[in-house]
C-alpha cells in the first residue's frame, strides 16, 4: 500500500471512529440537538471548494432572513483576506487588519504564500474581532465567510483556532459545507466532494455541519434529482459508480461510499439556488433544527 493510500485509510478510520464515539452516548446527533435556551447566538461558518459560492450564499442567506424576520439581529463577518469584492457589505470585515497585498510586499511572497500568510495572521486579530462582534449587542445571527481556499482555513491549524476562540458567551456554531454541483454531477466528483465534507467534518469534530449543495440552478433538473438521491441513497449511488468508473477509480470511489454508508446519519444535502432564490428557507431551517431541535421561534 502506497503513503497515500495509507493516509486515505487512515483518515477514513478516523472519521468512522468519531462518528462512533457519538453513538455511544445515545445517539450520532445527540450532543448536536441541544435546545437553543436562552436564544444564544449563532456562528454560522460558510466552508467549501473555491467557486462553490460560499459568499453569495452568505448574501443571499442574509438579504432573505433581513427581509423575512424584521426582529432577527443579524451580522456578516468576512474572514477572507485576499477577496476583492463582495456582494454584500460585511458588518465586520478582516480587510481592516489584514491585507493580502500588504502581506505579501512585507514578507516578499507570491499569491499563493501570501494567502497562506495572511490566513494564518487571522487569529492575531481575534480579540478585535471579537470586540467588534460584542458592539452590536450580542446578535441572533453572526453569519461568517470563510477564506475561499478551503484548504486555507479547514486543513491548517488556523480554521480551528479561530472557530474555537471567535466565539463567546453562549454561542451555538455550525459548519455548513458547500458542494460544487459543476462537481458533483458525476459520481467520482460527488464522491471526492463527499470526503472533502468528511474532512472537514473530522477537522471540525464538535461542531454539528449541514451539506448545502450550492447554485443547484447550474444542474439539469434530472441531474440534480440523481446527485440528491445520492445523498439519501447509497445504493443509487454505488450503481452509479460501476456504470462510470473503472479500475482502481472504482474500487477507491467504492470504498470510500461504503465508510460514509456505515457512518448512517452523515448530513444529506441540501439544495439552495442564490440566482433562483430557492431553498433558502430549508437551509435556515435545518441550521435551527440541527441547533434547536425545532424550539426556534424562527423556524
Given amino acids: 500500500m502506497s503513503t497515500v493510500d495509507s493516509e486515505v485509510a487512515s483518515l477514513l478510520i478516523n472519521l468512522h471512529g468519531v462518528f462512533e464515539n457519538e453513538k455511544k452516548d445515545g445517539g450520532l446527533y445527540t450532543s448536536f440537538f441541544e435546545l437553543n435556551k436562552g436564544n444564544k447566538m449563532i456562528f454560522n461558518y460558510c466552508i467549501g471548494p473555491a467557486g462553490s459560492g460560499k459568499t453569495t450564499l ?21 474572514l477572507d483576506p485576499g477577496v476583492r469584492n463582495l456582494p454584500y457589505t460585511p458588518h465586520i470585515d478582516i480587510r481592516d487588519y489584514i491585507l493580502l497585498e500588504e502581506v505579501m510586499e512585507r514578507y516578499g511572497l507570491g499569491p499563493n ?17 471579537k470586540f467588534e462582534i460584542s458592539e452590536y ?44 454541483p459543476t462537481i458533483c454531477r458525476h459520481p467520482s466528483g460527488y464522491i471526492s466532494t463527499m ?51 473503472r479500475g482502481l477509480v472504482r474500487e477507491l470511489d467504492s470504498g470510500i461510499s461504503e465508510i460514509f454508508e456505515r457512518l448512517q446519519n452523515f448530513p444529506r444535502l441540501l439544495s439552495v439556488s442564490s440566482l433562483e432564490f430557492t431553498g433558502i428557507e430549508e437551509y435556515w431551517g435545518a441550521i435551527q433544527r440541527t441547533l434547536n431541535f425545532d424550539e426556534s421561534p424562527y423556524y
Fill in 58 to 78: 452568505i448574501a443571499t442567506t442574509y438579504n432573505y432572513l433581513t427581509e423575512k424576520y424584521k426582529e432577527l439581529r443579524i451580522i456578516t463577518v468576512n
Fill in 113 to 129: 504564500g501570501g494567502l497562506v500568510a495572511a490566513t494564518d495572521m487571522i487569529i492575531d486579530s481575534i480579540e478585535d474581532l
Fill in 137 to 180: 449587542n450580542n446578535p441572533d445571527v453572526v453569519l461568517i465567510d470563510t477564506p475561499g481556499q478551503m484548504e486555507l482555513f479547514a486543513f491548517r491549524n488556523t480554521g480551528p483556532m479561530v472557530v474555537s476562540s471567535l466565539g463567546y458567551g453562549d454561542v451555538q456554531k455550525v459548519v455548513s459545507f458547500l458542494f460544487d
Fill in 195 to 245: 470526503f472533502l465534507a468528511g474532512s472537514v467534518l473530522y477537522r471540525f469534530a464538535n461542531i454539528p455541519q449541514i451539506n448545502v449543495l450550492s447554485k443547484s440552478d447550474l444542474l439539469e433538473p434530472d441531474i440534480l434529482e440523481r446527485v440528491l438521491a445520492w445523498s439519501e441513497d447509497y445504493d443509487k449511488l454505488f450503481l452509479a459508480t460501476d456504470k462510470t468508473e
